[in-house]
């Protein structure tokens, strides 16, 4: 059993491959670079891709590339996919592969995921997603070039609106000592909500923020003219890398999660979904909240450092 970690030299990537490692998973990075990686591939060579994935049990794609065909290449050999891809469309794409994967995997989605079905288990109603990410975090290009993509994009509301990415304001209490000072956070294309929205029969709405009022007013300002996107900093200026999740249900009943280091958190996830996925293995694409419930993290010793409240 051989988990493969695409990316895994880079800014999550790295965190899972520890993990795993320290849990007794075997782990092999693969990326471009032959000097860190244990195996040399280039995802835009669908002949290296073939040969990479041999002897692979579960591919990671923590490489930033969302090219279906990868998921295709590893559904025809009945490897499991997991993928931490944020993009709606992408998603909505593998969820039509013919063969095991796993989607929504890491802090957003993932853990919002986790948070607010947890919410529509006890209050069968709307719930708004929040997740407010540090800026001050030093992440990946593929990342930043997620959140920048979304500037002036529209996705479709739970009402069959059409909503501008980083628009329509929303205020969240976040915990005390989160650390993150009171001001809106902006509507977001995240996938689970349209997911848990079809799933639920009930409206999940996901909002954004970042630890700096600034940042976040700069997204909500660049999204109307995302033509000066090039004047945007190449790192979202911030000073924290503290992150907060939370998913409020509309009696107000919240579930939040908060910790440091959002990419470390995005790791977490997806190693306990790894290991969740070797012992119970799915033939299908399913998302995460099909193969983990939330209390599967926050009583997993890989999640320690994540504080969880219901309140």
């Given at each position: 059993?051989?988990v493969?970690?695409?990316?895994?030299?880079?800014?999550?990537?790295?965190?899972l491959?520890?993990?795993?490692?320290?849990e007794?998973?075997?782990?092999?990075?693969?990326?471009?670079?032959?000097?860190?990686?244990?195996?040399?591939v280039d995802?835009?060579?669908?002949?290296?891709?073939?040969?990479?994935?041999?002897?692979?049990?579960?591919?990671?794609?923590?490489?930033?590339?969302?090219?279906?065909?990868?998921?295709?290449?590893?559904?025809?050999r009945g490897?499991?996919?997991?993928?931490?891809?944020?993009?709606?469309?992408?998603?909505?794409?593998?969820?039509?592969?013919?063969?095991?994967?796993?989607?929504?995997?890491?802090?957003a989605?993932?853990?919002?995921?986790?948070?607010?079905?947890?919410?529509?288990t006890?209050h069968?109603?709307?719930?708004d997603?929040?997740i407010?990410?540090?800026?001050?975090?030093?992440?990946?290009?593929?990342?930043t070039?997620?959140?920048?993509?979304?500037l002036?994009?529209?996705?479709?509301?739970?009402?069959?609106?059409?909503?501008?990415?980083?628009?329509?304001r929303?205020?969240?209490?976040t915990?005390?000592?989160?650390?993150?000072?009171?001001f809106p956070?902006?509507?977001?294309?995240?996938?689970?909500?349209?997911?848990?929205?079809r799933?639920?029969?009930?409206?999940?709405?996901?909002?954004?923020?970042l630890?700096?009022?600034l940042?976040?007013?700069?997204?909500?300002?660049?999204t109307?003219?995302?033509?000066?996107?090039?004047?945007?900093?190449?790192?979202?200026?911030?000073?924290?890398?503290?992150?907060?999740?939370?998913?409020?249900?509309?009696?107000?009943?919240?579930?939040?999660?908060?910790?440091?280091?959002?990419?470390?958190?995005?790791?977490?996830?997806?190693?306990?979904?790894?290991?969740?996925?070797?012992?119970?293995?799915v033939?299908?694409?399913?998302?995460?909240?099909?193969?983990?419930?939330?209390d599967?993290?926050?009583?997993?010793?890989?999640?320690?450092?994540?504080?969880?409240?219901?309140?």
């Amino acid at each position: 059993m051989t988990v493969l970690v695409l990316g895994g030299y880079g800014t999550v990537g790295a965190h899972l491959v520890r993990l795993l490692r320290a849990e007794g998973i075997p782990a092999q990075v693969a990326g471009r670079d032959p000097a860190r990686a244990d195996r040399v591939v280039d995802l835009r060579d669908s002949a290296g891709v073939d040969a990479a994935l041999t002897g692979a049990t579960v591919v990671v794609n923590c490489a930033g590339t969302e090219d279906i065909r990868l998921a295709q290449a590893c559904a025809g050999r009945g490897i499991a996919l997991v993928d931490i891809s944020a993009t709606s469309n992408y998603v909505q794409a593998l969820e039509d592969v013919d063969g095991p994967a796993v989607l929504g995997v890491g802090l957003a989605p993932g853990l919002t995921t986790l948070l607010a079905v947890d919410g529509l288990t006890h209050h069968r109603g709307p719930v708004d997603i929040m997740i407010g990410l540090g800026s001050g975090e030093t992440h990946g290009p593929a990342a930043t070039a997620w959140t920048y993509r979304l500037l002036g994009q529209h996705f479709p509301d739970a009402d069959g609106t059409s909503i501008r990415n980083f628009t329509g304001r929303q205020r969240f209490s976040t915990p005390a000592d989160a650390d993150y000072r009171p001001f809106p956070a902006v509507r977001a294309d995240f996938a689970d909500q349209h997911r848990l929205t079809r799933e639920f029969g009930v409206a999940v709405r996901t909002y954004l923020r970042l630890d700096s009022r600034l940042a976040t007013l700069g997204l909500a300002a660049l999204t109307w003219a995302p033509a000066l996107q090039r004047l945007a900093p190449a790192h979202i200026p911030g000073s924290s890398d503290r992150w907060v999740a939370l998913a409020r249900s509309a009696d107000g009943s919240t579930r939040s999660a908060r910790g440091r280091g959002q990419s470390l958190a995005t790791a977490v996830v997806t190693a306990i979904t790894v290991r969740a996925l070797i012992r119970n293995p799915v033939s299908a694409p399913t998302w995460i909240h099909q193969l983990l419930e939330l209390d599967d993290i926050c009583h997993d010793p890989l999640a320690a450092d994540i504080r969880f409240e219901r309140y």
